[in-house]
């Protein structure tokens, strides 16, 4: 058909004509739903479905016909019925590459529009499908690499999905009518791509600066602790020093000072700090502890 400059009065003509076989009628049927497709004359192309869903139906390939209708309503909920309208259409015929690209096409949309699409089993059972597509199509078919590069970009694999789309703008070919509308969704692929990207760097800054963000905080409560020990040190040696004399005073001054050591060490575990600077603060408060208490008086005199 792409010989013919008109081809939609003929197409509506022979669909129209009841005298002629109808698996002619629906080979009409369908060139002509794929001009109002690739024209995106989305709202002929539903009712032109509507029209002659009763008559052809039961014919597999009206499932691919129902799940572009439920695509183009644009909400996420038809976009999911899409998909689903697509799944009966390859479980019907899985080796009709352009039946399971459309599913992997309309698959890799809906994850695009979630706000969280990382579910790694979803974009392999998509890139298993587009896979599918171009192996049963020999590799020739443009738009199906396209739809490979969305899914690596959802993958996060950025360079491979650019050499993808640069692949489908090599295969396309020149003297088709649609050459110019598919370059153009090619190079918006591509910006889509570099923002995901650009999307990515900003969320791994983003993460890194809370981490370094937290990371200080627990810092700053360490000090904040020193500091309270230090001085409750200060106010406790203070204290003895005024009441105490002789031994029993540096006793006291130790076991106080012992007290803050593990005291400091154990706030230190709460805030995530190394085990070796926790364990070397409790085992020498421990130290203080013990001097405090067990050496003999005669050792301090």
């Known amino acids: 058909m792409e010989a013919h400059p008109d081809q939609e009065p003929a197409l509506r003509e022979i669909l129209n004509d009841r005298t002629t076989r109808a698996h002619t009628r629906f080979a009409a049927l369908y060139a002509l739903l794929l001009r ?58 899985p080796v009709i590459p352009a039946v399971v690209h459309q599913l992997a096409a309309f698959w890799v949309e809906y994850l695009e529009r979630l706000d969280a699409p990382e579910r790694t089993r979803d974009l392999d059972e998509v890139e298993r499908h ?15 690499f396209e739809t490979k590069g969305r899914v ?23 003297t088709s009518r649609d050459f110019l509308r598919r370059l153009t969704q ?27 963000l937290s990371e200080f ?18 106010a406790t040696a203070g204290n003895i020093a005024s009441q105490s004399a002789g031994v029993e005073g540096v006793r006291l001054m130790l076991v106080a000072s012992g007290a803050v050591g593990v005291v400091f060490g154990t706030f230190s575990l ?8 926790v364990a070397a603060a409790v085992v020498l408060g421990g130290a203080l502890i013990g001097a405090g208490i067990f050496v003999p008086a005669s050792w301090m005199s």
């Open 36 to 93: 109002l497709r690739r024209e995106e004359r989305h709202a002929e192309y539903a009712a032109t479905v509507r029209q002659h869903e009763s008559e052809f139906g039961a014919e597999p390939y009206f499932h691919t016909f129902r799940a572009i209708v439920a695509r183009t309503r644009g909400d996420l909920a038809s976009l999911r019925s899409a998909v689903e309208y697509s799944r009966h259409a390859v479980a019907a015929m």
């Open 130 to 144: 587009v896979d599918r597509a171009i192996s049963l199509s020999q590799g020739g078919v443009a738009h199906y």
């Open 152 to 174: 690596l970009a959802l993958r996060g694999e950025f360079e491979a999905a650019r050499a993808a789309v640069a692949q489908a703008i090599e295969l396309e070919p020149r």
């Open 186 to 212: 090619y190079q918006a692929t591509r910006v889509r791509i570099d923002l995901m990207q650009e999307r990515a760097r900003w969320a791994q800054a983003h993460e890194r600066f809370r981490t370094e």
């Open 217 to 234: 905080k627990a810092q700053q409560l360490q000090l904040l602790g020193l500091l309270a020990a230090v001085v409750a040190f200060i």
């Open 270 to 277: 709460v805030n995530n700090s190394r085990i070796r600077r």
